[in-house]
T-cell receptor
């Protein structure tokens, strides 16, 4: 089945620890995105990548880092600099085509909790 | 003024009711409009996609866009308990939300009671 997978489903972070969230897609999409969702806040864009080996900061990139070494994979690292990391993290992808039908499709999410 | 405004609800309706969900926006450049459905602790799934103004129908769901009023709506006919979820509107000025410029509303939580 084609789709987006995120792992783990739940992740616990200790004080001062860096943690990495996985996102993989087999949709052959060029563009990938990371969002953070907090209660009552909606979705906020952390980072996005339109092509391999290139990525751009979103609205709330501070305390996060990403890499895009493969088309299928876009891991997100939550660093110790992110002081309030507890949230639901969503990965998305889109084909990147110049088309009126282009839009983003989401993975199932990772819930990050701080111990 | 926020770019996209959406009443968070919660909205509670009896089974079989017609549901109306709405978003207003301020950026007149938006021309791509989407509705996502998100069940609790799951990722959003694309429900409806509309380019520019007009109506689009898909089964029990109808999406309307009124660009003159900067107002979009999602109607659900014959609502079912399985429709209970949070509904997010999203919009973009450039084609389909690539380049990281998809703007989301905060979502409206809907509960359909049997």
């Amino acid at each position: 089945d084609g789709g987006i997978t995120q792992s783990p489903k739940y992740l616990f972070r200790k004080e001062g620890q860096n943690v990495t969230l996985s996102c993989e897609q087999n949709l052959n999409h060029d563009a990938m995105y990371w969002y953070r969702q907090d209660p009552g806040q909606g979705l906020r864009l952390i980072y996005y990548s339109q092509i391999v080996n290139d990525f751009q900061k979103g609205d709330i990139a501070e305390g996060y880092s990403v890499s895009r070494e493969k088309k299928e994979s876009f891991p997100l690292t939550v660093t110790s600099a992110q002081k309030n990391p507890t949230a639901f993290y969503l990965c998305a992808s889109s084909s990147g085509a110049v088309s009126h039908q282009e839009t983003q499709y989401f993975g199932p999410g990772t819930r990050l909790l701080v111990l | 003024q926020k770019e996209v405004e959406q009443d968070p609800g919660p909205l509670s309706v009896p089974e079989g009711a017609i549901v109306s969900l709405n978003c207003t926006y301020s950026n007149s450049a938006f021309q791509y409009f989407m509705w996502y459905r998100q069940y609790s602790r799951k990722g959003p799934e694309l429900l409806m996609y509309t380019y520019s103004s007009g109506n689009k129908e898909d089964g029990r769901f109808t999406a309307q866009v009124d660009k003159s009023s900067k107002y979009i709506s999602l109607f659900i006919r014959d609502s079912q308990p399985s429709d209970s979820a949070t509904y997010l509107c999203a919009m973009s000025a450039s084609y389909g939300g690539s380049q990281g410029n998809l703007i989301f509303g905060k979502g409206t939580k809907l509960s359909v009671k049997p």
